[in-house]
C-alpha cells in the first residue's frame, strides 16, 4: 500500500505529468518521421508512448528488422501485427516506444534523427557500413544525454 501511495504521489507532480506529455510528443514525431521517410505503421500513428512498423512492405520480418537494428546500436522489439501472415517467433513487425529516450532527454529534434536512422536501416537491412555509421551517431547522440549525468 505503501509503494502505490508513494507511486500516486509521484504520478501527481507536475514534473511526471510534463514527461509523460513529452513521451506522447517524442512518439508522434517518431511514427510521422518514420512514415515520411516510408515505412508503414500499422495504426497510421500513435497516440500514446507505442508505435508498430510493418515490415512485409520491406521484404523483411520484424526479426530480421530487429536484429539489424541491434546490430546499429538501436533496440528494439520483433512484435506480431494484425493479421499477420507469420508466427509469433518470426512476425512482421517491429514495436518501438519512446519513455527510454525521454528519460534520457531526447526531444523532438533527436526524435527526428532516430527514426532517419531507424528506416535508412530497415531499408537497407544489410548494409553494414550504414549500421557502422548509424552505431557512431548513436554514441554521439547518447553521449549528449547519459542516462546518470554524475558518472
Do not use: W
Amino acid at each position: 500500500i505503501a509503494a502505490k501511495a508513494i507511486c500516486f504521489k509521484e504520478a501527481m507532480s507536475d514534473e511526471f505529468k510534463n514527461y509523460q506529455r513529452q513521451i506522447v510528443k517524442n512518439a508522434k514525431i517518431l511514427a510521422q518521421t518514420l512514415m515520411e521517410n516510408g515505412l508503414r505503421i500499422v495504426s497510421g500513428g500513435t497516440d500514446n508512448h507505442l508505435m508498430l512498423i510493418d515490415c512485409r512492405e520491406l521484404n523483411i520480418l520484424g526479426k530480421q528488422g530487429a536484429n539489424g537494428l541491434a546490430e546499429a546500436d538501436i533496440y528494439t522489439n520483433f512484435n506480431t501485427i494484425p493479421y499477420d501472415p507469420n508466427s509469433a517467433f518470426n512476425p512482421s513487425g517491429i514495436r518501438l516506444g519512446t519513455p527510454a529516450l525521454t528519460t534520457r532527454g531526447f526531444k523532438e529534434e533527436e526524435m527526428k534523427i532516430v527514426g532517419k536512422m531507424i528506416a535508412d536501416i530497415l531499408k537497407d537491412i544489410n548494409n553494414e557500413n550504414l549500421k557502422q555509421k548509424t552505431k557512431q551517431m548513436i554514441k554521439s547522440l547518447t553521449e549528449k544525454h547519459p542516462i546518470y549525468q554524475d558518472l
